[in-house]
């Protein structure tokens, strides 16, 4: 079983930045993709950042140039470096984590609990 647990959430005023990290913990050996999710109050949980172990990335087009994520696998952390903040960015952010079996092919993906963003006009 993995355990990821975020910190980092915080009430900030727009065009501030924060930086998001996610710890994974227990049986991680086969973590593949890592990412950041994000829900907003009445709307749908939409992906903000994924990254791959090798380091590929790819982003949801509303944070791109303003959101960089990153992972150290020695420690078994990702991060999500986000800048110029919004307002529409207030959700709570979620990490997740894609674990693959032998054949590379997804089977879980396990959720933290969630940290809260606030951006202030």
């Known amino acids: 079983q993995v355990k990821l647990v975020e910190s980092g959430g915080d009430l900030v005023q727009a065009g501030g930045s924060l930086r998001l990290s996610c710890a994974a913990s227990?049986?991680?050996?086969?973590?593949?993709?890592m990412g950041w999710d994000r829900q907003a109050p009445g709307k749908q949980r939409e992906l903000v950042a994924a990254i791959t172990p090798g380091g590929f990335t790819n982003y949801a087009d509303s944070v791109k140039g303003r959101f960089t994520i990153s992972r150290d696998n020695a420690k078994n952390m990702v991060y999500l470096q986000m800048n110029s903040l919004k307002p529409d960015d207030t959700a709570v952010y979620y990490c997740h984590a894609d674990r693959v079996d032998r054949y590379g092919a997804v089977y879980e993906r396990a959720w933290g609990q969630g940290t809260q963003v606030t951006v202030s006009s």
């Open positions: 227990g049986t991680i050996f086969n973590i593949n993709t």
